[in-house]
């Protein structure tokens, strides 16, 4: 529904349920690239993708998800995991403002980035890019406010945008994991139909709906993984 792939939430249910932390990182982006793809097809149909905004992302979102994957298998899994807990603070919170916060409903669409502002879009998604392909988390949930709050892109045309670059996201993240051979595909085959189906209603929802309660809802929910996360990093 929000342009966001789904592993803010896949990576620290997969934790939770006891699998390892690259596990799930790695099984967390292969899920994003089904919802991603699933979502956007739904997005593009109903002309909720914009293309030339969104190929702005590709060069800096690319490296920055492969070097992402591949810097996981270097990093701690105490330190993996918090750096998730952050996140999902941060980002729970995020999706709760948006309750409160007044956005533009101007629907004439964005506007065009110069040289300049091509160059500052590389280094941000290059930025999301590491974090996507660190935390297995597809890097929508930052896209979507910067192309809201940036560029004044409207929210259901930011969703399916930032849909559309969490594939590349997805897809080179995975492909750094994979150069260290951290992928179950016992667990990520069986996943797959699911997550599918679930992108597919998401986006239908999102093109035919007001979400503005749904995100409050997935906000808190981040904020009770980020709970239960905490917990197993300090047994009580």
Known sequence: ???????????????????????????????????????????YRSKLVD?????????GIVAGSFLGGALGNF???????????????GAGGRMVYTHWEKTSTNELGPKYPSHLTYAIIILFSFGVGIISGLLGVGGGILIVPFLIFAYKVPTKLSAGTAGFV?????????????AFGHLDYSLILPTLVAVAVGGTLGARLMVRTRSDWVKVGFGLVMWAFALQ???KLIPL
């Open 75 to 89: 990093v701690s899994t105490t330190l993996l995991l918090w750096l998730f807990v952050i996140f999902l603070a």
């Open 229 to 231: 996360l905490i917990m």
């Open 51 to 59: 293309l030339r905004l969104a190929v702005a992302f590709i060069p």
């Open 1 to 43: 529904m929000f342009g966001q792939g789904g592993g803010s939430l896949y990576t620290p249910i997969l934790v939770l349920l006891g699998y390892a932390a690259l596990i799930s990182v790695s099984t967390s982006l292969v899920l994003n690239l089904i919802t991603a793809l699933f979502a956007t097809i739904v997005y």
């Open 166 to 178: 969490v594939i590349f996201s997805s897809l080179f993240g995975v492909l750094g994991h994979s």
